[in-house]
């Protein structure tokens, strides 16, 4: 039995070994999600610097305009350095921020950046400051006339740029403002936004100076900044508790990661389970493996097989993942902190575990149902049904990000079928002996019985006691007259 399961189990491993599109498959999902991650930067990158012009009356609110577009600049500069030394150097995250926030400009955030080190901690090399979008530009007209030529690209500004849009600042009697927004490319909304936040804050002046006050103090006092420190009372620190950084909540961004690759992994291999088994029963090859090898070694085997190509699959897409990781640190593209919150050696362990679990699970009772159909069609609809119940828990995993404690959440993670997912999601909470213990356990033991239920089902279903057809055909009529089906 053991020599026959283990040939089965071979001969699926080469199977799919010597088919080219198992390699381009291991190939092109790194690559995918390598495009996915770094679309967003591309994006970035590969948008055109928007130039744009203010037309006021009022030379000097167009200057503070100008002066407030350039503090929505460096805003955000100052989001993407928190970012990323909140994860690098947490204890010293709150002293940086204050450096740069005495100087918000290049001078500086060169010295909230030399301020913790980051040359030693790899920082300095991976981060650079946002790439900037909009420029402002002195208008080269006084009106909208003349600028027509310049929104329409048939001339160039003094600078050689092209122009995007320009702002018309108008104010009404009862010193009002309002603005025009002109400008060819009416998708792009970014730079409208920023220059509207501009403008209520210059409206929001201009109110203060009409009732009599200092401006300029209000402004000083708009700039004012409460950093808020999240402490963990079971921590160690000075103060009897220790500090919370995005570096501790990254392990459950990790979980929810990997509960994510989970659900594709076993529904993948599921998926492969089922069509071998269909394609094999159509062309009779099931009836020679039957005269050879007893159900259960055909049963194991298959599973056993599969197996052995996904975890190889999930062990090379480890092993770039890793190799990739360690030349980006050693390039400065990822500080060495950020790798060491996501590695989580615990974390992998319970994923591999929990896939072998799932997939056992998942596998058995999709290779028994792939032995009732005889075609590709049937198997389809019985996998839609499948497919309800494996899409249930995704549908949850947010959820469970957000509120891994929800009684919900919890109820389902002693759901044997639902237990490898959430409880993945829920391991980097730091749950109790019996909250990770309970599930497993009982998924353990839920194994045993799925798969000598799949054995029954998957022994009818190779001999033709139990055919998809007969019971689709079944369901079918039932619909269709609404009386009960007939006694056999």
């Not at 979008?133 to 001339?155: C, K, M």
Request: glycine content about 8%.
């Amino acid at each position: 039995m053991l020599r026959a399961m283990r040939l089965i189990a071979f001969r699926e491993l080469w199977a799919y070994l010597s088919a080219p599109g198992f390699w381009i498959s291991l190939a092109s999902v790194p690559l995918f999600m390598l495009l996915g991650m770094s679309a967003p930067l591309l994006s970035e990158r590969a948008a055109p610097v928007r130039h744009f012009v203010i037309l006021d009356s009022d030379a000097e609110r167009a200057a503070r305009l100008a002066e407030r577009m350039e503090e929505a600049y460096w805003r955000e500069a100052r989001s993407a350095l928190a970012a990323v030394v909140r994860i690098a150097a947490p204890d010293k995250a709150d002293d940086v921020l204050a450096t740069f926030d005495a100087d918000p400009s290049q001078a500086g955030l060169d010295a909230a950046i030399q301020q913790v080190e980051l040359f030693r901690s790899g920082i300095a090399r991976g981060f650079d400051a946002p790439r900037r979008q909009f420029v402002y530009e002195p208008a080269p007209a006084d009106s909208i006339d003349g600028l027509r030529p310049f929104l329409t690209g048939d001339q160039k500004l003094p600078s050689g740029a092209d122009l995007f849009a320009a702002f018309v600042i108008r104010t009404n009697a009862d010193g009002e403002l309002s603005a025009e927004y002109w400008s060819e490319n009416i998708a792009s909304r970014d730079l409208r936004e920023t220059m509207s936040g501009a403008l209520l804050r210059e409206a929001r002046a201009n109110a203060i100076r009409l009732k009599g006050l200092d401006a300029a103090a209000v402004d000083d006092v708009e700039r004012v900044r409460v950093n808020i420190t999240d402490y963990k009372p079971s921590g160690t620190g000075e103060n009897g508790g220790s500090t919370v950084s995005l570096r501790d909540r990254l392990p459950a961004i990790v979980g929810f990661f990997l509960a994510f690759l989970l659900f594709n992994a076993i529904l993948s291999s599921a998926a492969i389970l089922m069509s071998s088994i269909v394609e094999e029963r159509g062309n009779k090859i099931l009836d020679t493996l039957l005269t050879t090898a007893p159900l259960q070694s055909i049963l194991l085997g298959k599973l056993l097989g599969v197996a052995s190509v996904s975890l190889l699959m999930i062990g090379v897409w480890g092993l770039l993942g890793s190799l990739v990781s360690f030349g980006a640190v050693q390039a400065g593209a990822i500080p060495q902190p950020v790798i060491e919150a996501i590695w989580q050696p615990g974390l992998f362990l319970a994923f591999v575990l929990l896939f072998i679990a799932g997939y056992v699970v998942f596998g058995s009772v999709f290779l028994a149902i792939g032995s009732t159909c005889e075609t590709l069609q049937e198997s389809q609809s019985f996998m839609g049904f499948a497919m309800m119940i494996i899409i249930l828990p995704m549908m949850m995993l947010i959820p469970a990000l957000q509120n891994p404690d929800a009684g919900y959440i919890k109820a389902l993670t002693w759901v044997p079928i639902f237990t490898p997912f959430f409880l993945l999601v829920r391991l980097p909470t730091e749950l109790s002996l019996i909250e990770w213990l309970g599930p497993v356990a009982l998924l353990l033991a839920f194994i045993p019985l799925v798969l000598w239920l799949s054995g029954k089902l998957f022994r009818a279903g190779a001999l033709g006691e139990v055919r998809a057809s007969e019971i689709l055909a079944r369901f079918g009529q039932k619909a269709k007259t609404g009386a009960p089906l007939p006694a056999e």
